[in-house]
């Protein structure tokens, strides 16, 4: 299996930048695409940007412009950067990696929270 530890959450005023990052540890050979995933209170959890093994990227139309995922491979980490934060960027960050194509494997979860 593979564990995922998240980093980097925080409080940040608007305007502002946090940058996220995902270490994965484990049997990590077998890590395909990654991503962000993120969950507000009372909303569904939604894709925020995704990575895949050919370092093609993928973002949702609400961060597009303002995030940048990228990953390390030989560090076996993701990361997210986002800047012009707002705060409906507040909720709950994940981090996910497809494992051997089929299975999902989630990070525990961090906050970022932006003040208005």
């Known amino acids: 299996q593979v564990q995922l530890v998240e980093s980097g959450g925080g409080l940040v005023q608007a305007g502002g930048s946090l940058r996220l990052s995902c270490a994965a540890s484990?049997?990590?050979?077998?890590?395909?695409?990654v991503g962000w995933y993120r969950q507000a209170p009372g909303k569904q959890r939604e894709m925020v940007a995704t990575?895949?093994?050919?370092?093609?990227?993928n973002y949702s139309d609400s961060v597009k412009g303002r995030f940048t995922i990228s990953r390390d491979n030989a560090k076996n980490t993701v990361s997210l950067q986002m800047n012009s934060l707002n705060p409906e960027d507040t909720a709950v960050y994940y981090c996910?990696?497809?494992?051997?194509?089929?299975?999902?494997?989630w990070g525990q979860g961090t906050q970022v929270t932006v003040s208005s």
């Open positions: 990575i895949n093994i050919a370092n093609i990227t």
């Open positions: 484990g049997s990590t050979f077998g890590i395909g695409g």
């Open positions: 996910n990696v497809k494992w051997y194509g089929r299975i999902d494997i």
